[in-house]
């Protein structure tokens, strides 16, 4: 059974109507809030501020790219794209006390699941026929917040897994306010295997604001670099902790490509090597863990895509704990570990943030990402089409 050519997008963002309106209604950030436009003071704007400090008031928020979802499937019409995996944007539920992240999680499942379900059907996926897909599809929300009570979390992947169009959950960095090392979220990852679900890890803290030094550089330095260090850490800490040892099934997606983990991921090795405690926790080498996880393909240029696929790749050759880096691949071989990490990558827009900055028919945003991926060198066609849709549709279960 082979599968139809879909440009599936994994990495798209909502704010619910629901949400929206619980951000309105806050005094401080997170926040919607209105303001005269500048320049035109009859005229107001809603703007979103995610953190206290943002430069320029934070960005203009509407319904016409945030919750609205006739807009959301206008864009990917717009954008040859034939299925989202819609997930809630930063900051989630990160910021409300236990209780009412929980029964707002709970609710915005349900939110999504709706919003998924009423969407239209793309027709069957498998060029053979067979039953329709939608055309969205979505992560759902945990109320993983300090204090969290562990069987409300593990209610809620109960409820997540009962609703057909959510197929995992988004999740940031801080747990339940430990991180993602922390060792009472083990039954958490257990429950997730066992139902299935992907957990697609995202930023929003970035690095302390501190080390961006006091020229105005707008949002570049926290989204370019705070963000995928931020990952970056949170898997790093989540693989030293034997998570994915404890739980070899466990389908974990990372944001922007894995942020440095893959240019990192033999330095990381090295630095275990030398250290026999840590070192003696681990069952394989840090650079294995690398081919356990799944990347967004949110990178921007085919060179970093190309990369990530080498070092996804080659990560079977280090399943031993000790072993050591090999001798340069030659380029055959080099070839043959794109076309093997290439499996584990996945097309992705960020939209609805990265908007154009004037009037455009296509978001810049999206076709840098979708250029890149037809520019990979050693990707032919096949690599390209699963990227773009067919590891997709198998690894979020659509087929
Ligand atoms: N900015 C955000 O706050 N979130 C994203 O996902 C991308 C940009
Ligand atoms: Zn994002």
Redesign the pocket.
């Known amino acids: 059974m082979s599968t139809r050519k879909l440009l599936v997008d994994v990495?798209t963002?909502v704010y619910l109507p629901r949400y929206a309106a619980y951000l309105r209604a806050r005094a401080v950030a997170p926040r919607i809030f209105s303001r005269p436009v500048p320049g035109e003071p009859d005229v107001e704007e809603d703007r979103l501020l995610?953190l206290e400090n943002e430069p320029s008031g934070g960005r203009p928020v509407g319904p016409q790219v945030y919750w609205d979802k006739s807009q959301k499937l206008a864009f990917m019409n717009r954008h040859g794209i034939d299925v989202s995996v819609v997930s809630s944007?930063?900051p989630w539920l990160d910021f409300l006390p236990a209780s009412e992240a929980n029964s707002l999680a709970k609710e915005l499942n349900e939110d999504l699941e709706e919003f998924c379900s009423s969407s239209p059907d793309l027709g069957s996926p498998t060029s053979g026929g067979g039953p329709s897909i939608k055309r969205l599809y979505g992560l759902g929300l945990l109320p993983l917040v300090s204090e969290a009570s562990l069987s409300d979390v593990l209610k809620v992947i109960t409820q997540i897994s009962s609703l057909p169009h959510l197929k995992g959950v988004i999740m940031g960095t801080q747990g339940l306010g430990r991180g993602l090392d922390d060792e009472e979220l083990e039954p958490v990852w257990g429950e997730i295997e066992r139902n299935g679900l992907v957990v697609f890890l995202?930023p929003?803290y970035g690095v302390p604001s501190s080390v961006y030094g006091g020229r105005a550089n707008g949002?570049v330095l926290p989204?370019a670099l705070g963000?995928p260090f931020e990952t970056t850490i949170a898997i790093t800490r989540l693989i030293l902790a034997g998570v994915l040892d404890k739980f070899p099934s466990l389908k974990i997606m990372l944001?922007h490509s894995g942020g440095a983990l893959p240019a990192l991921s033999s330095r990381l090795a090295s630095c275990i090597d030398h250290d026999p405690v840590v070192a003696s926790r681990l069952k394989h080498n840090a650079r294995y863990y690398l081919g356990r996880l799944y990347f967004d393909a949110v990178a921007y240029g085919p060179e970093e895509l190309g990369f990530v696929s080498s070092a996804i790749g080659r990560s079977s050759t280090y399943d031993d704990p000790s072993a050591s880096a090999s001798a340069i691949p030659s380029l055959e071989s080099e070839g043959k570990l794109r076309v093997l990490g290439s499996s584990r990558m996945l097309f992705g827009t960020?939209h609805p943030?990265?908007p154009p900055l004037k009037a455009t028919d296509k978001w810049k945003s999206v076709t840098e990402n979708l250029a890149a991926i037809n520019a990979v060198a050693g990707w032919g066609d096949e690599e390209i089409e699963a990227v773009c849709g067919g590891n997709a549709l198998r690894i979020f279960d659509l087929v």
Do not use: Q, R, S
Request: charged fraction near 5%.
């Open positions: 990495h963002h995610i944007a930063n995202h929003h949002h989204l963000f944001a960020d943030f990265f």
